[in-house]
Structures are given as C-alpha cells and as structure tokens.
T-cell receptor
Framework: AQKVTQAQTEISVVEKEDVTLDCVYETRDTTYYLFWYKQPPSGELVFLIRRNSFDEQNEISGRYSWNFQKSTSSFNFTITASQVVDSAVYFCALSEIGNYGQNFVFGPGTRLSVLP | DADVTQTPRNRITKTGKRIMLECSQTKGHDRMYWYRQDPGLGLQLIYYSFDVKDINKGEISDGYSVSRQAQAKFSLSLESAIPNQTALYFC?????????????FGPGTRLTVL
C-alpha cells in the first residue's frame, strides 16, 4: 500500500517569510515518482515538480526548492521570500512504477496563506 | 486551447437528478481518470480507464458510473445525485508511455447537489 502524509493542514505566514511544506510518503517499491501540485483559489491544479526515486538531488526553481530524502521518506517543499500569490493549497503525490492499476496517490494537501 | 477540458464548469442540481460530467482531451493519452475533491481530503479516485475497452473502479466508485466513448472522451455520471456528492470533480489524463504516470488535469467541475 502506498500513502502520502502532509501533516500540516494549514500554514499562515507573513509575506517575505520562508515556509516549508512537509511531505512524507510510504511505499514498498524502490522505483517511484513524487510530485507537487499547486491549487490556487481559482481551483485548477498546477503541476510544480516531478522527481524520481533515483534522483536525490535537491532542486531549485526561482523561489521554490525541493528537498528529497529517501532515508526519511520525505519530499519537502520550501518557498523562499513568500508572496501573497503563493497562497494556495499544495498537494504532494506519489506514483509507483510497474503496478497495473491505480498508481497515483495524493496527500490531503496543505493550505498556505501568505498575509501581506 | 486547453489540452483537457471539462463541461460543465459549474452545475447546481437537485437530489435524485441524473447528472453527466464530460471530459475531452487533445493530448492523445490513453489513460483517463475521474477524481473527486472534498475539503481536507485531497483527491480521491472515482474511476479510471487505460483504454477504450478498459474501465476500472477507484476507491470511491459507489454512486457513480463512467463511459469511455472514445480515446479522447471520458464521461462521469451520477445516476441519482445526493447532497454528499457535492464536490469539485477533476478529469485527468496520463501517457501510457510515461513511467511516472504524471497526471494532467482539467480545470475542474464544481457540482452542488441541493
């Protein structure tokens, strides 16, 4: 069975603060993918990043960075110098390889509010 | 034009009515999915289809049915809508050739059952 936990239900920060969204996953597979999606107040789901289980390099994209640690089964997402436009619900997701059927599982999401 | 489209975008209906939500895609993907989103529960899979002749139940299929009319079209029906089916519904696609099974989402349909 696979499972994704996002323990932070809601986070509020003041603009320009850094914030880290936690994601912990469970899987028995050695090959899998991890994702982050953003859902702004308008409701659509926006893809942010995909990372495979063999690539533990941290990634940075502008103000966004991701820390993947297989040893702790975590794939955390940090926003540096947060902005009001970062206010959204953020979902972490896990996809296993090689199973026929439902591979893609979402965490419950973390609602981030960035206050001006 | 969007790669994955959903119609309608918003719908208000009454208990007991039959409702159909439609999804079309131009990505050429074989795999299509219907998800439901409730606050605090993330996305839950209702049904998925890996090709036109393949339909599978997801974790919350009770009260729903689907039809895969063509590779590009996947419809979700609520045979007799009830208030706890009020939710945001997403259609998604993925590429059979993509080992990661990355999901590409439509804009969502907000359904309210009174």
């Amino acid at each position: 069975a696979q499972k994704v936990t996002q323990a932070q239900t809601e986070i509020s920060v003041v603009e320009k603060e850094d914030v880290t969204l936690d994601c912990v996953y469970e899987t028995r597979d050695t090959t899998y993918y991890l994702f982050w999606y953003k859902q702004p107040p308008s409701g659509e789901l926006v893809f942010l990043i995909r990372r495979n289980s063999f690539d533990e390099q941290n990634e940075i994209s502008g103000r966004y960075s991701w820390n993947f640690q297989k040893s702790t089964s975590s794939f955390n997402f940090t926003i540096t110098a947060s902005q009001v436009v970062d206010s959204a619900v953020y979902f972490c997701a896990l996809s296993e390889i090689g199973n026929y059927g439902q591979n893609f599982v979402f965490g419950p999401g973390t609602r981030l509010s960035v206050l001006p | 034009d969007a790669d994955v489209t959903q119609t309608p975008r918003n719908r208000i209906t009454k208990t007991g009515k039959r409702i159909m939500l439609e999804c079309s895609q131009t990505k050429g993907h074989d795999r299509m999915y219907w998800y439901r989103q409730d606050p605090g529960l993330g996305l839950q899979l209702i049904y998925y289809s890996f090709d036109v002749k393949d339909i599978n139940k997801g974790e919350i299929s009770d009260g729903y049915s689907v039809s895969r009319q063509a590779q590009a079209k996947f419809s979700l029906s609520l045979e007799s809508a009830i208030p706890n089916q009020t939710a945001l519904y997403f259609c998604a696609t993925s590429d059979l050739e993509d080992r990661s099974d990355e999901q590409f989402f439509g804009p969502g349909t907000r359904l309210t059952v009174l």
